[in-house]
């Protein structure tokens, strides 16, 4: 009762001071309260500075969510792909919907924390407010903008961005900044997830977003709890005025609400009453997702090792001729009684004459040039627009000198893909490319190959998410089994493969046999410098 009278108050006093002046009478008996939601801590301490900005994503923001049992990660994702690299599974999207400050973000966080699925997105959408014309701003700034309204989103963009992600693209979020009312330069890169979960006031609002979301649930909150949470964060987060946050409230927030929110209530899977709060419900949202995940489960690697086991080798392999050289490098780099200092030294030899004979499958053309003697020569030249090296993290990065000592100014991106210990796929943590490598010949370094699995989710990272063209990349790796590179081969037939040796079979582990010395795993020290090319880099997935 006494928190529904101070709204009542707040909203129809007709008084202008009561909403300009803290110590307006009427204001101070209102804010005596000490509930959570009281109203007395609204402002933020006297003499502290006013929030200059706040924006929809931070570009500081972990890529993860720590609980009490597990860290969650919210960039990432495991195997999105069959063994024949064609897309297999779809990520499950919930969407959640619920008027301002219903408390949504919470139940999106309280569902990530009890689904304990380690690759989650949390997407917003207050990230896709459209741009708005200088007179749009002008009205934004007096409060006059009406930002609860359909036509004051992008949907266009927004349903293009979560039918990306939802299909395991990489896409790019807007980062909309809510003081100057415009999007930032800058925007977000976000990578698939098992698990999308979309929240917005008008999340229910089009047709073809419904389309995409595998759940619907409906966060219903009271108004008066409503207000107050409301006045909370644009006062203190988005540096706005008591004044202007009631007015806006009482001519565009309620009644959108009443028109084009609440009514979407009977489109949702499920009503969760009091918000984050109510644990009997998140518990029911929590076993379905569950189910439906179990649903979707793929074993890649257990995939590929019953798949090609019995056809010819393909011709989109080249390996390193077998000169007494190689011979000799091979044999001491696989015997158990090799030194570290001696395997390193010997590994690099070979990786040399990997990476220059990867080179000579690059496109060249005929080229004359001037002798200083003055006399013409015909040779041959780099048909090509660029040259990136891209080494899979960690055992790949071991490549990288060999390839900056052949090819001058070579830009290097890195991908990290680890096994999970629980199921054993491979899980992409992290990726850095340089920008617009689209046109460029990408050689994909990886020390080892066993069942290809992480070559196959690096060779898909790149096709799908930065559009470079199959035909334009090698994999070049020392050592490889004839189970990796059927698996590369079947999935991807344009992609050039190119190793130093074919071993026959692999372990009950997984292993390569008869194998390679384990330093090459291991003692990655010797690698190049990380980011020398930090400022032609992409941001990382987080």
């Known amino acids: 009762m006494y928190k529904m009278y101070v709204l009542q108050h707040l909203t129809r006093c007709q008084t202008p001071r009561c909403v300009q002046a803290l110590t307006c009478p009427c ?15 609204l402002l933020p301490p006297s003499g502290a500075p006013r929030r200059k900005s706040a924006t929809s994503l931070s570009k500081t923001e972990p890529p993860l969510l720590r609980t009490g049992t597990r860290t969650i990660y919210t960039a990432g994702r495991p195997p999105w792909y069959d063994e024949h690299g064609a897309q297999s599974k779809e990520a499950f999207v919930i969407g959640l919907c619920g008027g301002s400050a219903s408390g949504k973000t919470t139940v999106a966080n309280k569902i990530i924390e009890a689904l304990d699925v380690p690759w989650v997105v949390l997407l917003s959408m207050d990230s896709f407010y459209k741009v708005l014309s200088p007179e749009e701003q002008a ?8 930002f609860d309204h359909p036509g004051a989103f992008d949907f266009e963009l927004l349903v293009a961005t979560l039918r990306k992600l939802k299909q395991g693209k990489s896409v790019k979020i807007p980062v909309y900044d809510f003081t100057t009312h415009r999007r930032q330069k800058d925007w ?3 990578y698939g997830a098992s698990v999308i979960i979309f929240e917005g ?6 047709k073809e977003l419904l389309q995409l979301l595998d759940m619907k649930i409906f966060v219903d909150t009271d108004s008066d709890i409503r207000l107050v949470r409301r006045l909370r964060r644009d006062i203190t987060e988005r540096g706005r005025d008591i004044e202007g946050v009631i007015k806006q409230y009482n001519k565009f927030v309620k009644p959108a609400f009443e028109q084009y929110i609440e009514p979407t209530m009977r489109l949702a899977d499920i009503v969760v009453p009091r918000g984050g709060g109510n644990m009997v419900a998140i518990d029911l949202i929590v076993q379905h997702v569950h189910s439906q995940l179990e649903e979707r489960e793929l074993s890649v690697r257990a995939l590929l090792a019953s798949a090609q086991q019995t056809q010819p080798l393909p011709q989109t392999l080249s390996v390193l001729e077998s000169t007494p050289q190689v011979r000799g490098l091979h044999t001491i780099i696989r015997s158990k009684e090799t030194s570290r200092d001696e395997f390193i030294f010997y590994s690099k030899r070979l990786m ?5 004979h990867a080179l000579t499958f690059l496109p060249s053309q005929s080229c004359v040039v001037q002798t200083p003697q003055g006399h013409e020569y015909e040779g ?10 891209v080494s899979i993290l960690r055992a790949g990065e071991t490549m990288e000198p060999a390839l900056r000592a052949v090819c001058k100014d070579v830009r290097i991106g890195k991908i990290l893909i680890q096994t999970n210990l629980d ?44 559009e470079v063209q199959e035909d334009k990349i090698m994999l070049v790796s020392l050592l490889m089994a004839e189970l990796g590179v059927h698996s590369v081969a079947y999935a991807f037939p344009k992609v ?16 390569v046999i008869p194998g390679i010395g384990k330093q090459i795993n291991t003692h990655t020290h010797y690698g190049s410098d990380s980011w020398s090319d930090e400022e032609d880099q992409e941001q990382p997935s987080y």
């Open 27 to 41: 204001f101070a008996v209102c804010c005596s309260g000490s509930g959570e939601d009281s109203l007395d801590r």
């Open 139 to 146: 009205l934004a700034a007096s409060n006059d903008y009406n």
């Open 188 to 190: 977000k890169n976000v």
């Open 201 to 206: 006031i008008m999340s229910f609002a089009d």
């Open 352 to 356: 040399r004459l990997l990476i220059e």
């Open 380 to 389: 041959r030249s780099y048909n090509g627009r660029g040259i990136t090296g």
């Open 423 to 466: 199921s054993g796929e491979p899980e992409l943590h992290y990726l850095r490319l340089p920008k617009d490598i689209s046109e460029d010949h990408v050689i994909l370094m990886d020390s080892t190959v066993s069942t290809g699995a992480a070559a196959m989710m690096a060779v898909r990272v790149l096709l799908q998410d930065h």
């Open 496 to 511: 050039k493969i190119i190793t130093t040796a074919v071993d026959k079979s692999l372990d009950d582990n997984l292993h």
